[in-house]
């Protein structure tokens, strides 16, 4: 997009069914780590799972199909 600038305004959530309707969302999720665009999101234990960085170490973001959200940090 020439001369167009793009910013980050958060991360935001959606719960698909699966014909692709809109079930929950979207959402926004306060505290949520950015999701570069070069990064999967993948399932695990019924939970979405992205993984970014911080000071503190190794954070692993869940959401959840209710789209409530959870930070665990590995240092």
């Known amino acids: 997009m020439s ?3 793009s910013r980050f305004e ?3 959530a959606l719960s698909l069914g699966a014909d692709g309707e809109v ?5 926004a999720l306060p505290g949520a780590k950015h999701i570069s665009r ?4 993948i399932s695990v234990g019924g939970r979405a799972l992205y993984v970014s960085g911080s ?7 869940f959401v959840a199909p ?3 959200f959870e930070q665990l940090t590995i240092p």
């Open 38 to 41: 070069g990064d999967d999101a």
């Open 66 to 68: 209710d789209l409530s």
């Open 55 to 61: 000071a503190e170490g190794l954070v692993l973001n």
């Open 3 to 5: 001369g167009m600038m």
């Open 10 to 12: 958060g991360v935001y």
């Open 23 to 27: 079930i929950e969302g979207p959402e």
